[in-house]
């Protein structure tokens, strides 16, 4: 026989797997994959010899079938010995059916080298030649695909170069046969350099073996991977039998045949597109997949990852209903819900609807229904329920809104804290799918896990209401506190108004004192118009003018204030209307905690870039634990007509402009408070 590049390249590939079989041949200790292992090297030295000795005709390519679904068989016993045994099946399963899929196309084969002919049948021919040998490369390249991206990535050394070198054996082959089914006829160069090919593939088929003789690696397979690989793999299928269909119409059609071709071959891909875009057939795909791959119907981890990425994604409390609603209607495949929670009036009322009509109903919490969801915690089957309702005895009839929904299917419950919060109604499913056990426990586990998400921005709501509330409130207090001193004001004028109403310093007085009144009026009423926006108008605002007024306003008063030290010059920016009525308000607490017969006194200077106003008493002095506990704390007071927001205000404001208040004092001895500010202009003036 002529020695040609096609014989060397085949006997070369003869020879590298025979020395690679007969190397692994030692390591056969029981070990089922190294078996697996050592047989398939033994059908790729057969098929080599084969096609070295022989022309790219078709009786060899149920030889080359044999091949392939050995290695089939090898990659699939790595795959499933290295899954824990939950998964195991999956495995055995995907072998059967490259088994069933290998074998057909095998019959096929042999059907025609029987015939001898390929006139005979040319779709036959078709599937039995390259297109069933482009079956078997994607079979291929998917269950490499499989077994490498499942491999977790530290044991990713010990499967690259298997998955590599069978890889390029398969890539090659695709290429091959595809561009024979565009051509009809294999092209010679490329048929040989393939055992150049698979020569070099055998050497790295070797360096992993070497790397991980026991082929022990951990795989977890991905549902969704599995679900992505079966659908690639039925697309590759069903483009091949649509492109056999059209060969055979263009074979049959006559004058016509290319046109129906292409128009055939347009439709087929416009009906794929359609399908692979379907939620009902990716539903069916996955009930499929779950089914018969998986001993349960879900993968725990992602679904619960992404039930919990669908309620936290997006601003917070934005949609949440209509999100829960989704991710609970996700879990059975139901392309619609709505939603109902409980009220302040203890009904039920619809709250959100997710691609479902809309319903004004309300369910009372005393109904039929509401009281079997929260009594049983069940999912309600409305199918099962219309045709055997003694499995829901106690359940005596549903509510007629249900009817104006879109084929409502299920009532899930929102449990939390064993009380139901509210129920979901899903819509029906968009494939077929068995309530067992398993659904169930999930479906009522992530309503629950719904149903605190839904509490939280029920609270989350109310919590803003309380605080807008308490907000006003608050405002409120404060302009009841600024009209008490109005009115303990406008009082004392009052009762020495009969007294000294012909002394026109006391009228002069008077007017001025009515005029400050009114002046404060509009302040509050401009305040009470804004809400809690600020009014305040900072300005330069000279503290010896403040002390003065202050002290001056105290004249009548039991004991009189003493001002002992006023250094003028002292210049802070603030509102001079607010910072007064902070120190008017600390003397005055000063005046009322101490007896005619002691002192308050009253010093302004100042200590490096600060001002210093000090108001010191004799009176009773307050507790250490007072003074920390209650003294400013908001609304907390030890006088009769008091608010309890005095001083909180005063430190507060004293905060907002920088400064501090300090407060030192001794029970039966008196107290002093320091307020601290700084300066924006300091002169050495001294009054």
Request: net charge neutral; glycine share 8%; proline share 3%.
């Amino acid at each position: 026989m002529e020695l040609t590049v096609g014989v060397l390249s085949y006997s070369l590939a003869a020879a590298a797997y025979a020395v690679l079989a007969i190397r692994l041949h030692g390591s056969l200790t029981g070990d089922r994959r190294n078996l697996a292992l050592v047989l398939s090297c033994v059908g790729s030295v057969a098929w080599a010899a084969f096609c070295a000795y022989s022309l790219p005709f078709l009786p060899r390519w149920p030889l080359e079938t044999v091949r392939n679904l050995l290695w089939f068989i090898f990659v699939l016993s790595v795959l499933g010995g290295s899954l824990d045994t939950r998964t195991q099946h999956l495995a055995r399963r995907l072998g059967g059916a490259v088994i069933l899929v290998c074998g057909l196309l095998m019959a096929a084969q042999l059907a025609v080298v029987l015939q001898r002919s390929l006139a005979s049948s040319a779709v036959l021919g078709l599937l039995a030649g390259p297109a069933g040998n482009v079956v078997q490369s994607v079979i291929g390249l998917v269950l490499l695909e499989q077994l490498f991206r499942n491999t977790h990535t530290e044991q990713r050394w010990g499967v690259k170069f298997l998955c590599l070198g069978l890889a390029g054996i398969y890539v090659t082959d695709f290429y091959m046969y595809s561009e024979a089914l565009l051509f009809q006829g294999i092209d010679r160069s490329t048929y040989e350099v393939r055992g150049f090919v698979a020569a070099s593939m055998a050497a790295l088929i070797g360096i992993s073996w070497s790397r991980n003789p026991q082929w022990e690696l951990t795989v977890s397979l991905s549902r969704r991977m599995m679900l992505q690989s079966a659908t690639l793999l039925a697309a590759g299928l069903y483009l091949l039998l649509m492109a056999a269909a059209g060969y055979y119409i263009r074979f049959f059609g006559g004058d016509w045949g290319g046109v129906l071709q292409a128009f055939f071959l347009f439709a087929a891909v416009v009906s794929l597109l359609a399908a692979l875009f379907s939620g009902t057939i990716r539903a069916y795909a996955k009930v499929f997949v779950s089914k018969h791959f998986f001993s349960y119907r879900y993968d725990y981890r992602e679904e619960w990852l992404r039930f919990t990425r669908a309620l936290s994604e997006g601003e917070p409390g934005v949609h949440l209903r209509e999100r829960s609603i989704r991710a609970i209607a996700e879990l059975v495949e139901s392309p619609g819900g709505s939603l109902w929670l409980r009220d302040e009036r203890n009904q039920f009322v619809p709250a959100a609807r997710w691609n479902m009509p809309e319903v004004v109903d309300c369910e009372p919490a005393d109904s039929s229904l509401c009281r079997f969801l929260e009594d049983r915690q069940w999912v309600v089957d409305i199918e099962e329920y219309a045709q055997i309702p003694g499995h829901y005895a106690e359940l005596q009839v549903l509510p007629n809104w249900l009817m104006a929904l879109n084929r409502p299917r299920l009532i899930i419950p929102l449990i939390l804290h064993e009380r139901m919060i509210g129920f979901v109604v899903l819509a029906q499913f968009r494939s077929h799918l068995s309530l067992n056990w398993e659904v169930n426990d999930l479906l009522k586990t992530a309503a629950r896990q719904a149903a605190g998400f839904l509490a939280q921005l029920e609270a989350a709501q109310a919590l803003l209401v309380s605080r807008q509330f308490e907000s006003f409130n608050r405002m409120s207090a404060f302009v009841v506190h600024d009209l008490k001193n109005v009115v303990a004001q406008l009082s004392l004028m009052l009762k020495n108004a009969a007294k000294h109403k012909h002394n026109p310093e006391f009228q002069n007085d008077m007017l001025e004192t009515v005029g400050h009144a009114i002046d404060k009026m509009n302040r509050l009423l401009m305040q009470l118009r804004k809400g809690a926006q600020s009014i305040d108008k900072p300005e330069l605002t000279e503290l010896a003018d403040i002390v003065r007024k202050v002290v001056a306003d105290k004249s009548g008063v039991a004991p009189q204030p003493v001002v002992l030290g006023c250094h003028a010059g002292l210049i802070v920016h603030a509102d001079n209307e607010r910072l007064q009525r902070v120190v008017g308000h600390l003397v005055q607490n000063a005046v009322e905690a101490t007896p005619p017969t002691g002192e308050v006194n009253v010093q302004l200077d100042h200590v490096g870039d600060c001002a210093r106003i000090e108001v010191r008493d004799t009176g009773k002095g307050m507790s250490p634990q007072f003074i920390r506990e209650r003294l400013f704390k908001p609304f907390e007071t030890t006088k009769s007509m008091g608010m309890g927001i005095g001083t909180y205000e005063s430190r507060e404001y004293i905060r907002q402009l920088g400064g501090s208040i300090d407060v030192h004092s001794e029970e039966g001895k008196g107290t002093t408070f320091v307020v601290t500010l700084p300066l924006a202009q300091v002169t050495t003036l001294t009054a």
